[in-house]
């Protein structure tokens, strides 16, 4: 198959990385984003080895590495009793694989660098309303016509026909500044009482730390009408060791609201389109994949396209994705009402029986495997040597 016209919808992080992938094979890409400056939405996040793979086929895994962090293992504790309900280490401390804590705004301005650097056509100001064989249809009315359109507009998607079930907790997410020598370097520190309390540190690079503190979505106003005093009371009853980060925060507009859902498409494709990222699958952020995800879609449809005609290169696209997908949806279903619920019984049994379980072999390496992204091929038989992702050096 030649050079396609291909319209890609939204400039978040997997239409970037999509139109960059795209155009080093000699396609013509087009990313319509409905804000005048595309711009990232969120705090920190956690890109997998599975996922700085495919940064690393762009070009921009060194610059990623060296904006980010490198985080070697993620540990909680349960407050009351300081007994540890979490703990998955990647590899050694120093080691070449770890997960890479980021800035979401730092991995979106290099994704936006290099899309701009392939000479990528960004139009901004452009809000999609829906796309049929083809077709995109802008707010304003006027049609886009091309080869292939991929819906890469994440959750709300005004293309994609998924309909997600709303998770009842989410989190308010910040930056602050990382604070030397108060938690551990090269570790994502979670503190939890129950299942209805949960507050986090994540290291994200250049001195820098992203925040979050769990709550019911229907408890959000009530939060920010109570105001920082009350928060910090709760923080310092929790976890008082993390204080001086939270204390950074200046007013409750500093932290966003971040609500979850799942859902799945079953066919993340149509005539003559694709979907991607969120607007294919959704998940809570407990297995931190997200981003991850949307990267490998992005991946899998670039080397589907190759050499394959648009309708059969759809069809591998969904293929090389749906069980790697399915598996970590079923996965993000099972763990997230363990660390965020109302549930008094599953915290107990994640305490005293899974987290005892977890440190018996051969577990602890399914649960590395597992926030590595490579429980399952990431990339089913699309690309056989693309399922080592994990081990590539960093």
Known sequence: MGSLDIGVAG?????????????????????????????????????????????????????????????????GHEADHGRRVLDVVYGPGGGARYGLGIHRASLFDLLLAAAEARRVDLRSGCAVAGARDGVLRLADGKDERFDLVVDATGAGSPIAPLEARALPFGAVWGTVDWVPDVLPEGQLTQRYRRADRMAGVLPCGRGKAAIFWSLPVGAYDGWRQAGLVRWREEIAALWPEALPFFEQVGGVDQMTMARYGHGT??????SRLAIIGDAAHRASPQLGQGANMALLDAWALALALEGRPVAEALRVYGQARRWHVRAYQAMSRAFTPQYQSDSRVLPWLRDRVLFPVSRVPPVPRILTALVCGTMLPPLGSLEPRETALADRPA
């Open 265 to 270: 498409l079953r066919r993340p494709y149509a």
């Open 11 to 75: 400039a978040g992080i997997g239409g970037l990385a999509l139109a960059s992938l795209l155009a080093d094979r000699g396609h013509r890409v087009t990313v319509f984003d409905r804000f005048e400056r595309p711009a990232p939405v969120g705090s920190g996040l956690v890109i997998q080895p599975v996922g700085q793979a495919v940064l690393d086929r762009i070009g921009l895994g060194v610059s990623a590495r060296a904006e980010g962090a490198p985080v070697w293992r993620m540990l």
